[in-house]
């Protein structure tokens, strides 16, 4: 029991992958200045910004459900950081896990969105509304490719449906990002986490421009703090998972420790780069991109995984 | 037809940098109609104008927009000028082009950077502005300023400008140019941006005609009118140069414009250049002693589209009327057009794509020591420093 609790509070749950993704939060938008020749925030900035929020009012919305407005927050930190413990221990070889763990991934991943959708609604502000609508639809258009794509995974691995198998088969057998099956996965997969954590060109949910952070808008002081943190560490869960996923997880023996930091940051690069180079795209067009050109190729990963590519 | 959910872009909102409202009256997505008010910025300069001279007025009228704060000025000189009926020196007549067309490429390249910026590509932004800046410093070495350049007066211009800033200026350009070639590419060929912009807000030339929209909005529905062609001031019709139209009327098709217009502005610059190297050491101003009784009648090409200035004169030394129109005023109306039948997101920027004029001045009076609460410097030492910046841009130390 005691393991469980120190799993869940301090590694590699709460306080480890608050601390890395704060890190990582830090890292894109360094990358993010530097590509738009600004200076760029001090490497603390983050936690700055999170004990800042936390000494600030929490505005409660007047016409909302307030009881739910105030526990969203709390369940989407929740919901991440149970994704991190799911997704961090195989991942760095600690534990095994259990049989069917991904399944129970796929669902715990989502639960960080579906709490941002549930307090904005339950704010009861327009913009808001607008945003959850938004946050809705796409995680209707890119949880489909997602879960073609981990097929394609488990048909590659020998039909295993446990993160740590799947992961020891990578480390028997070579990575899957040096096969076509696993090129193509790895895109689509990158794509979706872009969805996922609210990236620009996918970042319609908040639309800064549109509808003035939409999904966000009402959350103030700790609620937002509660936000920002769940946003910290999914920006360090998701690498992670795609690093189990597609390169082999991660190794902490020797000089092996230099390549799995350097896994995790190059995904969390190619994610900053993305963002730094597309405008925001609109909902349908998302909906559309994903339904259409991500199934597509998750579709011909999975053949390609049928046939052993 | 369902429940319309209002979703307010305005007062406040990130989208504007002015005070405005737009209510968007929206069924899901798609908005279904749009009332829009504004009037939260009336400061009353048309009055202001009537209590101070003729030469005082070009400051006031400076002032009304802080991006295009020399089309004002430009429009306020050909209506006063109208009454007593005087040519000024040719000189005079390059300069005011060069600073008029300095202002359009600096006004592009910042409506480039906001466009980027509501479409989420804060990238385009940050870059348009950095590319924006040497234009600025030119300004501050033409003329004294970054902004509200106090450039015209009634006959001519305040300052000249010698054969060494115009060779700095050359140099400027070249850099500029380069730049808007990166930028050009960079927007027309995003397939992204493409897909995001066309057929985005579609203007059809009816459409202008009906509301009497000007400028680049005119021109991106292949509407042929810009005053500087239509009816010359300036040196104009001294130098070569050709009206960027667009086909499409939507958003992508402005952009299209501005980017192209800003070539055009570069090669007239250049070709004034040529004219102030030949016109050396003339005139740049002419007395004019008094303004007769009568009416004055001017407009200018700004940024944006056509500036309308109306003054009337009784022979004393202040205007009894003075009228202004501002490009966006015909603009703005287009958005009920535009807008409906789009969805939010296409709202946002196909409201943008007018560049709808935000007149927006913002003063620093006193900096204070963030640790320690000291005054560092009041208002009369930044003017101080602005000033050493700018005797150090003309002694090229930065």
Known sequence: MGKEIFYFLIFPGLLFSSFIGGFLSWFDRKITARVQFRKGPPLLQPFYDFVKLLSKDTILPKNGSKFTFLVAPIFAVFGAVIAAVFVLLPTFGIQTGFVGDIIVIIYVLNIPSLTYMIGALASGNPLAAVGASREMKLILSYEVPFLLVLISIIIKSGMSIKLSEIIAFQTANGAFIGSISGVIGFIVTLMCIQAKLGLIPFDMAEGEGEICDGITIEFSGTTYALVNLAKYIMLFVLPALVVGLFFAGMNFEGINILWSVLKVVLVVLLLTLIRNTNPRVRIDQAMRFFWIWMNLLAISAIIFAIIGL | MGKKTVIPIGPYHPLLEEPEFFKLYCDGEIVKDMVWETGYNHRGIEKICQTKTFEQVFYVVERICGICSTSHPFAYANAVESIPGVEIPERAKYIRSIVGELERIHSHLLWVGLAGHFLGYNTVFMWAWKYREPILDMFEIIT??????????????????????????????????????????????????????????????????????????????????????????????????????????????????????????????????????????????????????????????????EVFHFVKSDGGNSPVRHKIRAPSYTCIPTFRKSCVGGTVSDAAIATAAVDPCYCCTERMTQVYDYSTGKKIMNAAELIKLSQAKTRDLKDKKV
């Not at chain 2, 402005?254 to 055009?264: D, I, P, T």
């Not at chain 2, 610059?269 to 030949?278: A, D, N």
């Open chain 2, 144 to 305: 004294g300023n970054r902004n509200s350049y106090a450039m015209f007066t009634i006959g001519g211009v305040r300052r000249d400008i010698n054969a060494e800033q115009a060779t700095q200026l050359l140099k400027v350009l070249d850099d500029v140019k380069e730049k808007t070639d990166l930028l050009v590419g960079a927007v027309m060929d995003d397939p992204v941006i493409h897909a995001r912009l066309k057929g985005v807000g579609v203007l059809t030339s009816k459409d202008i005609h009906d509301f009497g929209a000007v400028g680049p909005t005119a021109r991106a529905s292949m509407v042929d009118i810009d005053v500087r062609r239509d009816d010359p001031y300036a040196a104009y019709d001294m130098v070569n140069w050709k009206v960027i139209l667009a086909k499409g009327g939507d958003v992508f098709a402005k952009a299209e414009v501005r980017l192209l217009e800003m070539y055009e502005s570069i090669a007239i610059i250049k070709q004034c250049l040529e004219g102030l190297k030949k016109s050396n050491q003339g005139d740049i101003k002419i007395k004019v002693k008094e303004i007769p009784p009568g009416i004055g009648i001017g407009h200018a090409e700004a940024p944006r589209g």
